[in-house]
């Protein structure tokens, strides 16, 4: 009879029915198992710094391949450092599987080596989270998980798996290996309520889409551009649903950034919100109270949170768009899309001024426009950082399906994003340019991954946004509290290039605008993980500061 180990067992489960061909990792001696199964069933293990690392890592796979991300963690500390990535997963809806190790079973309370209660710590944050106590229950366990990973609301899940089940071995043929399903949801809206939603868009003088993360993991571009084009709505992609429609679409304001979907909602009668929370990004709705608002969701709770809807649509967005968009009327609002461009510009007059201007000192929103003319349309950009978040969002703009990452401006507002998701999108997409856009501050938190980056060949592009301070914490204590007074948010100049050098990559310090293209090429060119540090004006303000401090001195 042929027998197999617990931890062979996770890795044949993962490989044979899950299809899973890469998992982020750090070794650990309660997981030595399931790393050897990885080995055996040819499973590439991408074995990072920091157990953070692993799990941002994880969750960006998620979005960049559609299907959930798997991470493998060690007992203890190894959990504790992997519970920032959760977190920030879990707000994101991403679908993160989270296999961890344990103390053993049969030293429960006997203060053994990493013992904690890690599931009841981990349990608000999780959609589900479980212990598997016998070895041939665990294809059962890891089949629970994935399909909780997917069905319905998206979100993390935790699947805790001891050394007394993963050390020893059993008789294959007890095994149940349950069949690899895909679940797809089948809540969808009443006929009546779509009729009403069609009503609403089709009277509609000022109708404005906003698509957020539910677009994403749909992967319902295709049925939303049918709606988008015959309905002729103007509409801006946030999020993880970036993408799906080409940020060039002449429907699209995201060529406005932040300012086109900021000053395109206080106008909008109708709100077409599509798998997108009102959150404090949206100024939890406060900046629309007179638009009637049609909202699509796969969860029911948030259909009415943060204001009433006039009609919402509980379903998977692709199948709601596909159900309404026979009933929605060819339109042509391209007078209301002037005035909203036009809206929006007058806003960004310096902004556009900035951009196409050789600066001394640089503008950081001049290196954006810099970055964009090296790599164009056909690249994934990511920004990592306050105010280098916000002319991420503002300048960068791509024709592929998450070639916009803003992970930093998430509901965790989770710096040190940045590395982590640049490496898994180019380990995701390998034949495509990965750039990250990362502040200085935020640089400090996973640049210990530019080690995992030359180790495993992930040539990614990293390009410091150089303001010797934590800058969107120094602006907002100087418009709060004074200049004088500002505290804990400098760091001076430091020159994080060498320390890509130093780790095997390639580094430049750039302090002159003619000087960053000419970098960044060279960076290219290495085909080494680069970072180019370009030293930025300290002074500049991000509208999204003023916005943050606005928002604090409400109190």
């Known amino acids: 009879m042929s027998q197999i180990y617990g931890g062979h067992l ?71 450092n992997a519970l920032t990535g959760i977190v920030n997963a879990y707000l994101d809806n991403a679908p993160l599987v989270v296999l961890c190790g344990r103390h053993p079973l049969r030293d429960d309370l006997k203060g053994a080596l990493q013992e904690m209660n890690q599931i009841d710590m981990v349990k608000p944050v999780t959609k589900w989270s479980a212990t598997c106590f016998e070895t041939k229950r665990i294809p059962e366990y890891l089949s629970i998980a994935f399909r909780q990973a997917v069905m319905g609301r998206p979100g993390p899940v935790f699947l805790e798996l001891p050394p007394d089940i993963l050390f020893v071995q059993i008789d294959e043929e007890t095994v149940d290996m349950p069949a690899r399903k895909v679940y797809k949801p089948s809540a969808h809206p009443e006929d009546s309520e779509l009729q009403e939603a069609a009503r609403l868009i089709n009277e509609a003088q000022k109708p404005l889409l906003v698509g957020g993360s539910g677009v994403g993991m749909s992967d319902c571009g295709d049925v939303l551009k049918t709606f988008i084009e015959k309905t002729g709505v103007p509409f801006s992609l946030l999020n993880n649903g970036r993408g799906h429609i080409p940020d060039d679409h002449p429907l699209s304001i995201n060529d406005g950034g932040f300012n086109g979907v900021m000053s395109g909602l206080p106008q909008a009668d109708v709100v077409i919100a599509a798998g ?113 978040s916000y002319y991420g969002f503002a300048g960068f703009t791509s024709s592929l399906k998450a070639g916009v990452q803003i992970p930093a401006g998430a509901l965790l507002g989770c710096l040190g994003t940045g590395i982590p998701f640049a490496m898994a999108a180019k380990l995701a997409n390998p034949d495509k340019p990965v750039i990250v856009l990362n502040g200085d501050g935020s640089f400090g938190f996973n640049s210990m991954e530019f080690d995992t980056a030359v180790r495993h060949n992930i040539p990614i592009i990293c390009v410091v946004n150089n303001d010797c301070a934590w800058g969107m914490i120094k602006h907002s204590q100087a418009m709060s509290i004074g200049a004088d007074r500002c505290t804990c948010a400098e760091l001076g100049m430091r020159q994080y290039e060498k320390m890509v050098e130093g780790l095997g990559g390639y580094g430049e310090l750039v302090t002159k605008d003619e000087d960053i293209i000419p970098a960044i090429k060279r960076a290219v060119d290495s085909g080494k993980p680069a970072c180019i540090n370009v030293v930025t004006d300290p002074t500049v303000t991000s509208p999204a500061t003023v916005m943050f401090y606005q928002n604090l001195s409400d109190f």
């Open 276 to 388: 997108i929370r009102f959150n404090w990004v949206l100024q939890s709705t406060h900046l629309f109270p007179q638009a009637k608002v049609v909202r699509i969701d796969i969860d029911p709770y948030e259909i009415d949170r943060n204001r009433s809807s006039e009609v919402g649509l509980t379903g998977d967005c692709g199948d709601v768009f596909s159900r309404l968009t026979p009933m929605v009327q060819e339109r042509d609002h391209s007078t209301w899309l002037g005035r909203l461009r036009n809206a929006y510009k007058a806003f960004m007059v310096t902004e556009l001024e900035k951009r196409s201007t050789p600066s001394d000192p640089i503008h950081p929103i001049r290196l954006v426009n810099q970055i964009m003319e090296v790599f164009g349309q056909d690249a994934f950009y990511v920004a990592d950082g306050g105010d280098t």
């Open 10 to 80: 996770v890795a044949k489960y993962l490989k044979e029915i899950e299809l899973v061909d890469t998992v982020f990792t750090i070794s650990g001696g309660h997981i030595e198992n399931i790393l050897d199964g990885f080995t055996e069933y040819n499973i590439r293990t991408i074995d990072v710094r920091h157990e953070q690392a692993a799990a941002m890592m994880a969750h960006a796979w998620s979005i960049y391949k559609n299907e959930p991300g798997v991470c493998l963690v060690t007992a203890g500390p190894g959990f504790t």
